[in-house]
């Protein structure tokens, strides 16, 4: 399976392989923008380094030294002098609930990237300043204590009281743990003796305001439903902070209908700052779904949107009784659940789609491997783009059958905000949550997802530090199995073009390819490794449209 590009690709005029010159077929209309004096990290196959770049409409149409593409401008050209300054393609998550996080991301405070508790609580204080009295202040997700260098202690309800006192407040630490003020334990009515087990008391059998991970989903469910006007203010806003971050492109967990419609709408006005590729499936819990399930996997239609908005995949869940924790060693399941699992994706195989499963732990991917193999027998998966999803306990052996099944991970390290809590959980084996080197090392195709909002943060220079580093927010060091920068950028931008199915598109800056790109403040081959986190991007182009803008 090969992915598509709408249009033809404007390549006429060529990035020489060596001198960087720049050569022209026929004469063609100048470009509309041009970015030069600077140092442009193409992330091509050969990984040049150019000085500047030239655009045409949506598309990128020269890329050389700088006296050759100032050349080719005419008065009508727009011209950046990047001062020096570092290009790198427009970043890709392969797998975030994108459209999930778009409803609610406004009333929440984000702690992506915070590492200090003293920071944190002053973020509520505002938040709470903001919105008045009695109004819920909430996060969901993309943090844990752990992140907090201060003091990574639970955050217990007189702390929050202290801080939030007139407002209901309501702290999900990724899937692990919630915190609760007085008042939300009030409103929740979780504050006598009859709250669940999943309430967490003192020694006196008072709550402390600490939520173990039973009860997180339920009382995030409970929280006041945004109305369809929220819901698109809150989205534009997300979208506007992840083009700050530098992100342009996502693998798309879950695209609800009537969310998506709102996407489309901004698409075809040519107003949509990122790019949506949709991972969708057929939901299924058990036999006589499963049953329903199968026929209607034949009927998926993908590939028949355009760059902006379109379904690319199957997935991520399969059959929800298979579906691995983030907190637990082992899944509990049987051969009867793998049955019923094997029947889904055999099903998957058979209609020729792309499958992107959830499966993180090693048993897990062990017996998965187990039945796609089987499946294989009958309906060979190798040029479908099958990919395994989080796969944070991947090891040698699966790497090697999965090389030879043809299939591809999605990368999605939970340890950048959860690896103190892996290490409670994992013990030592922890440091190799996610393997990287021999993930890379082993030779597939795999690139990096956040997994956010919700199991974990979102920022990918925070990602890419932790990957070059070892060390999650806050600092601590939770991985050994680290690797060079150049693979770390090359995952979250052209194996990720790979792993939407817009390799022709996007990853990288080349001519032909879409003008996704982002300058950054510093650069990030050269910057000492501990600085990756803090780069901070200047200016996000999306299409050729600037999407994002700092000031140069």
């Keep these: 399976m090969t992915a598509r590009k709408s249009g033809s690709a404007i390549s006429v005029l060529l990035l020489a392989s060596a001198g960087l010159a720049v050569s022209t077929a026929i004469a063609q209309p100048a470009p509309d923008l041009v970015l030069t004096n600077g140092k442009i990290i193409t992330v091509d196959e ?51 609930h994108l459209l999930r996080a778009g409803t609610t991301w406004t009333r929440e405070v984000r702690w992506d990237g915070v590492g200090s508790r003293s920071a944190a609580l002053g973020m509520l204080r505002d938040k709470a300043s903001a919105v008045g009295p009695g109004e819920w202040i909430f996060t969901l997700g993309g943090w844990t204590v752990d992140q907090f260098a201060d003091d990574p202690s639970p955050l217990l309800r007189e702390e929050l009281d202290e801080a939030v006192p007139d407002n209901p407040v309501l702290l999900q630490a990724a899937y692990y743990r919630g915190y609760l003020n007085s008042l939300a334990l ?29 009860g997180i989903r339920s009382l995030a469910g409970r929280l006041p439903t945004p109305s369809s006007s929220e819901i698109e203010a809150s989205t534009q806003s997300m979208i506007r902070d992840l083009n700050e971050a530098g992100l342009t492109a996502f693998g798309s967990a879950g695209c609800a209908a ?59 869940g399969v059959y929800g009784p298979l579906h691995d924790p983030m907190f637990l060693v082992k899944s509990d399941y049987g051969e009867t659940e793998l049955a019923e699992w094997r029947r889904i994706v055999t099903e998957v195989a058979r209609a020729g789609l792309p499958l992107h499963v959830h499966a993180n732990l090693r048993d897990t991917l062990s017996r998965f491997l187990d039945q796609i193999e089987i499946v294989n027998t009958q309906y060979p998966v190798r040029n479908l783009r099958w990919a395994f999803a989080h796969a944070n306990q991947l090891e040698e052996s699966h790497l090697s059958r ?82 060079g920068r150049e693979d770390a950028l090359i995952a979250h931008t052209r194996k990720n073009a790979y792993l939407i199915f817009q390799e022709d598109n996007l990853g990288s800056i080349q001519p032909g390819k879409l003008a996704d790109l982002v300058v950054l403040d510093r650069d990030y081959l050269t910057i000492r490794a501990d600085e990756i986190k803090d780069i901070e991007p200047l200016m996000t182009i999306v299409g050729g449209r600037i999407v994002y803008d700092a000031g140069l």
């Design 46 to 96: 050969r990984f040049t380094i150019a000085e500047a770049v030239a655009v045409r409409g949506d598309r990128i149409v020269a890329v050389g030294a700088s006296s050759e593409i100032l050349a080719l401008s005419e008065p009508g050209t727009s011209v950046l002098d990047l001062g020096g300054r570092a290009v790198i393609p427009g970043l890709i998550d392969n797998h975030m």
């Design 402 to 483: 999965m090389k030879a099944l043809g299939m591809y991970a999605a990368v999605h390290p939970w340890a950048v905000i959860n690896g103190g809590i892996n290490h409670s959980v994992f013990g030592d084996e922890a440091y190799d949550m996610a393997p990287l080197s021999t993930i890379q090392n082993s030779g597939i195709t795999w690139g990096f997802g956040s997994d956010g909002s919700r199991a974990n943060q979102i920022l990918p220079f925070t990602t890419l530090w932790w990957a070059v580093t070892g060390k999650m927010v806050g600092g601590e060091t939770v991985l050994r199995q680290t690797i």
């Design 258 to 316: 009537d969310v998506l419609a709102m996407y489309r709408r901004w698409a075809d006005q040519g107003e949509l700052g990122v790019r949506v590729f949709c991972i969708t499936g057929v939901g299924a819990g058990n036999p006589a779904q499963v049953d329903a399930a199968l026929p209607r996997i034949a009927q998926l239609r993908f590939f028949q949107g355009d760059e902006y908005i379109d379904h690319v995949t199957f997935g991520e």
């Design 186 to 214: 009030e409103t929740f009515g979780l504050d006598d003796g009859d709250a669940p087990a999943w309430v967490v008391r003192d020694a006196a059998g008072r709550p402390t305001g600490e939520i173990e991970e039973a």
